[in-house]
Every structure is written in structure tokens, then in C-alpha cells.
């Protein structure tokens, strides 16, 4: 019989098995990314903050009364000279914005007290 040598591989051809790295805990793009925070990060954010439809008095969104947004906010559209459309119409898709942005996260009172605002700005600017 012949001397059979035997080697350290022996492993067929083509099944070479990779080493599995440790999986660390996913980290966010603010992580990976350093300190700083991505670019394309809270976009609606800074449409909310610097949009050329309407300078927002800040926190109109969490005031209690739904007549008080929608009489902020026609303030806010009625004062502003940057933008492009009616006054109705730029305080109506701001308050829309911020509705559909917000998404499932927005309390349900929350979002009742937004959807009454919808209706008294309607009334406020005399639409039907």
C-alpha cells in the first residue's frame, strides 16, 4: 500500500468556508458618519423650519386650540413675501406637511386637534 500523505487541507476545491466576523449591534448613519449628522437627515425638519412658503412662529404645531394654528398660521402666510402661492393655499400644504411627516407617530389627540385646524382655516380665510 501506498504512503498516503496527510495534509493540514483537506477541504475539497470550491468549498472553502469564509471565517464568520462578530456581528456588532447596527449603528445609525449619525454613528457611522462620525459625530456629525447626515446632510439628507431631518429634511423635514428644515422644510418645517426654512420653507419659502411660510416663516412658521415656532411650535404652532403643539399649541392646544385648533383655532389658535389656524389663526397663527394665516398669520404666518399672510406676513410672509416669500411665497409663491395664495395666502389659504401655502397655510393649508404647511399644515399638511406636518401631518402626513409626522405619520403614525403623531398622538391621536394630536392629530385630531391638526384635522380641526384644517377646518378653521378653512373658515378663518372664508372658504366653504
Do not use: C
Not at 468549498?15 to 449591534?25: D, G, I, M, N, W
Not at 447626515?38 to 429634511?43: E, H, P, Y
Not at 389658535?68 to 404666518?76: D, P
Not at 406637511?97 to 373658515?123: C, M, S
Request: hydrophobic share 30%.
Amino acid at each position: 500500500m501506498a504512503h498516503v500523505r496527510k495534509t493540514t487541507h483537506s477541504r475539497k476545491a470550491g468549498t472553502r468556508k469564509t471565517a464568520r466576523r462578530k456581528t456588532s449591534p447596527r449603528r445609525s448613519t449619525a454613528a457611522r458618519k462620525g459625530t456629525k449628522r447626515a446632510k439628507s437627515n431631518r429634511w423635514s425638519q428644515r422644510v418645517t423650519k426654512g420653507s419659502d412658503a411660510l416663516d412658521l412662529k415656532q411650535g404652532v404645531f403643539k399649541l392646544t386650540s385648533a383655532k389658535k394654528i389656524a389663526a397663527s398660521l394665516k398669520r404666518s402666510a399672510e406676513l410672509s413675501s416669500r411665497r409663491k402661492t395664495g395666502a389659504y393655499r401655502s397655510a393649508l400644504s404647511m399644515l399638511t406637511f406636518y401631518i402626513n411627516r409626522a405619520g403614525k407617530t403623531l398622538p391621536q389627540t394630536q392629530r385630531a386637534r391638526l384635522e380641526r385646524a384644517k377646518v378653521e382655516l378653512k373658515r378663518v380665510f372664508g372658504r366653504k
